[in-house]
């Protein structure tokens, strides 16, 4: 069983930066993408970015686009998503998700809050 545990929310200020870490844990596998998605009160869970397998190609939302980066750690089975330039609108609860063979994402982890407040 896959698990994945996201870590490195926190409160910040607009403007400033905090990375997000997603740690696969279990039966890890790194022929599959991971995803980042984040869901603010209210609103519906909306997708931030994606990296591939390899590490060779992501995409980002364009709300995040030009101020986050993603990147994997494969020996660590770690992905990271480098936010900066943050917003009050970025504040979420962030989770990360493994893709799957039918293009969908599973074994979703538990979330760490990111908050942007002066």
């Known amino acids: 069983q896959l698990l994945l545990e996201e870590s490195g929310g926190g409160l910040v200020q607009p403007g400033g930066s905090l990375r997000l870490s997603c740690a696969a844990s279990g039966s890890t596998s790194n022929t599959y993408g991971i995803g980042w998605f984040r869901q603010a009160p209210g609103k519906e869970r909306e997708g931030v970015s994606c990296?591939?397998?390899?590490?060779?190609?992501?995409n980002f939302a364009d709300s995040v686009k030009g101020r986050f980066s993603i990147s994997r750690d494969k020996a660590k089975n770690t992905v990271y998503l480098q936010m900066n330039s943050l917003k009050p609108e970025d504040t979420a609860l962030y989770y990360c998700a493994r893709g799957t063979a039918a293009g969908g994402y599973a074994y979703w982890g538990q979330g760490t809050q990111v908050t942007v407040s002066s």
């Open positions: 990296i591939s397998s390899s590490g060779g190609s992501a």
